[in-house]
Structures are given as C-alpha cells and as structure tokens.
C-alpha cells in the first residue's frame, strides 16, 4: 500500500525556520508530491509541489521567496524548507501526492494519496 508520513513539525516562533519531511512508500503511480496546509476554520491550500525528476516545482504566491520544496530520491523523501516564518502560516502541513499532469494546481482535489499532517505553530 502507498503511504505518505510527515515529520518536522513543531513550534516556533515568527522569523524562525522549520524542515518539514514526507517519507513516500509503496507504489504510488504518482509524479509529483505537494504540501498542503489548513488552518483553523480555513479552507485546505497548496502551498508548494514538485516533480518527480525535481526540476519542475510550484510555490503558492504566500510563501515564494520564504518556502522551498525539494526531493532526494534516493531517500524516497520530499523536503520542504521554511524559512522566515509568520504567525499565518501556523497550520496543519499534509503532504500529497498527484499525477504529474495536475501538479501545478495546488489543488487538494487533484491529489489523491495523503499523509496524517504534521501541525505547524508561529508564535508572534
């Protein structure tokens, strides 16, 4: 079975920095892997995604120049580095995963294998 487990998350506080990990195992016919947040009472979000090959990559306008999403291969392992955080991007973070055709979207709709979350807290 395909199963996608996020680790990383934690508190800190604004300015500060966190890696989030998303370890993939099993087959998941899947090109491309995205990181979601929600918040309390907001909707889901896409915040970034990228391709298998790790070239082609995809940031919500909220965080680019802030946030950066890699893989390691080899590891099975996607990685999205948090840099000068803000107490709005405190949220549940879900890695995803998606055929490669849709990995642009940052659509929650279009990602159809899911991790259990890891929650993100900003402190101001």
């Known amino acids: 079975q395909v199963q996608l487990v996020e680790s990383g998350g934690g508190s800190v506080q604004a300015g500060g920095s966190l890696r989030l990990a998303c370890a993939v195992s099993?087959?998941?016919?899947?090109?491309?892997v995205g990181w979601f947040r929600q918040a309390s009472g907001k909707e889901r979000e896409g915040v970034a995604s990228?391709?298998?090959?790790?070239?082609?990559?995809f940031y919500a306008d909220s965080v680019k120049g802030r946030f950066t999403i890699s893989r390691d291969n080899a590891k099975n392992s996607v990685y999205l580095q948090m840099n000068t955080l803000k107490p709005e991007d405190t949220g549940m973070y879900y890695c995803?995963?998606?055929?490669?055709?849709?990995?642009?979207?940052?659509?929650?709709?279009?990602?159809?294998?899911w991790g259990q979350g890891t929650q993100v807290i900003v402190s101001s």
């Open positions: 099993g087959y998941t016919r899947r090109n491309c």
């Open positions: 990228i391709l298998s090959d790790g070239d082609s990559t």
């Open positions: 995803a995963a998606a055929y490669g055709v849709y990995c642009s979207s940052l659509d929650n709709r279009d990602f159809d294998y």
